[in-house]
Each structure stands twice: as C-alpha cells, then as structure tokens.
C-alpha cells in the first residue's frame, strides 16, 4: 500500500514575517478587532485594514478628538498627557493608543447581548 506524500512547510525567516501583513491582521483580529488602523503624528493613515476612504474618514475625526482630549487635559494640569483613549457606543468600541511617534485605532464591533 502507498503512503500518501508528506507534507512540508516552508518556514519563513523572522525578518519576512515581521513584515506580513496576515500577521498584522491576525495579531489584532485573535482579540475580536475589526479595523485596524495606524497613522502618523499628523494624522495621516499609514496603515489600517479599512478601504482608503474609510481610513481617511476614521482618521480626520478621530485624530481632532485626540488633539482636542489632549488640550483639555493639558489645560486642567500641564504635567499630564492623554496616552489612551476609549470610546463605547451601541454598536462598536474605539481605543485609541497615542504616542510622540503615532497614533494607534483599533475598532471593535460589539455582540449584540439578549434582553
């Protein structure tokens, strides 16, 4: 009888996986994130999971939010900073992780929960 062929796999080397772009998206995606997506200091997507056009909408608005939660902060006390911010609605949950050299959002689409 025959044995069936083996299988091999090819193990990448960790310089070719670092920049995977499945292993960005698993990353997230094991925690229940639904968009990823990551910009610059100014606001500009670098890199997200979302169309272009989604990841520049999600990009303007979120981006005068951080800057406008990191004013009102400053405001009340100089010495503090905004480094994480978290926003819950109805239907999704948005946390946005700021720092000097980006800006970091991860939406979440909520489960519907049984009344």
């Known amino acids: 009888m025959a044995q069936p062929p083996r299988r091999t796999t090819k193990i990448q080397s960790a310089r070719t996986r670092a ?8 990353n997230f995606a094991v925690r229940g994130a639904r968009e ?7 606001g500009r997507p670098m890199r997200s999971t979302v169309s272009q056009r989604r990841s520049y909408a999600y990009a303007s608005h979120l981006h005068a939010l951080a800057i406008m939660a990191r004013n009102v902060v400053r ?7 905004v480094t994480f911010m978290r926003l819950r609605s109805n239907r999704q949950e948005v946390h946005i992780s700021i720092t000097q050299e980006f800006i970091l959002v991860v939406i979440q689409r ?6």
């Open 36 to 42: 990823i997506i990551v910009m610059d200091p100014n």
């Open 110 to 115: 909520l489960k519907k929960q049984k009344e």
């Open 75 to 81: 405001d009340l006390d100089p010495a503090n900073d």
């Open 19 to 26: 920049y995977d772009d499945d292993a960005f998206v698993h």
